[in-house]
């Protein structure tokens, strides 16, 4: 079975019917954050937050985490970029490197790129072994497992998109000045090994989608449908979590009292 051929890629909305949904979800999302943040409700810090970012190029991941993001304060969030590992940091054990940012209680982080580059990139790449790669899914799983015990809300994107229109993106990116830097010669390799990477982001959805990390696959075909369904489903993961913690979701506000 083939999560990614599952995917509705066909889902779009307006103009118009995104921007007023956009606009209630990033404002449910403020107040969830200031929540967490213990800086509304009974003032006490909640949970720890952690959002991961993976898919395909071009699928508008930076778009998502600047509309997620966009209208907290930047004092509440931490927003982290990964490329591929220094020489410094490979020198260590391949997570070693993720654990700075990670958040603690009353915390928010979000990770353009994650730990899921070593059974993504850096197997279909070979920078990394087989057997390192194997080993991974597991050492993935107890991570965020540990994590999770520990209080955290994991909330796991693949944003998808097809060649297709990853193409005409590519095509749209190399036309304009400002936007053609995002474009690199990597990139145009990574799309002729599409099919290698599909197997790879299968196998990483089967193997490291568990109870405490579930994956979220996001149609991105149309960047406003996928825009408004990342930061409601930011929002429902930490709303389960607080009910599944006793937390009043929506607790009397100072003002209310």
Not at 65 to 83: N, S
Not at 232 to 254: F, H, S, Y
Request: charged share 30%.
């Amino acid at each position: 079975m083939s999560r990614l051929q599952d995917v509705d890629l066909s889902v779009a909305l307006s103009k118009k019917d995104a921007k007023k949904q956009l606009k209630e979800a990033q404002e449910r999302l403020v107040h969830l954050r200031l929540l967490l943040g213990g800086q509304i409700g009974p003032g006490e810090i909640g949970p720890p937050l952690c959002v991961l970012f993976e898919g395909w190029d071009a699928s508008g991941k930076g778009g998502a985490i600047q509309r997620l993001v966009g209208e907290l304060d930047p004092r509440h969030v931490r927003v982290a970029q990964f490329a591929a590992p220094s020489h410094h940091e490979k020198r260590h054990h391949f997570l070693w490197r993720f654990w700075p940012v990670l958040p603690g209680w009353g915390g928010m982080a979000v990770l353009d790129r994650t730990w899921y580059g070593r059974v993504l990139v850096e197997r279909v790449e070979g920078f990394a072994s087989e057997e390192a790669w194997g080993r991974a899914y597991a050492e993935i799983v107890d991570l965020e497992t540990t994590l999770a015990a520990e209080g955290t809300i994991l909330v796991k994107f693949w944003m998808h998109l097809s060649p297709e229109e990853q193409l005409r993106r590519f095509e749209a990116r190399q036309a304009d000045p400002y936007k053609a830097w995002k474009l690199t010669e990597e990139d145009w390799r990574n799309r002729e090994k599409r099919p290698a990477y599909e197997a790879a982001v299968e196998d990483m959805l089967d193997r490291t989608d568990h109870i405490h990390g579930h994956w979220h696959v996001i149609p991105a075909e149309d960047k406003r449908w996928a825009r408004v369904a990342v930061v409601r489903t930011v929002c429902e993961e930490i709303e389960k979590a607080l009910a599944a913690r006793g937390i009043d979701a929506d607790p009397p506000l100072a003002a209310d009292a």
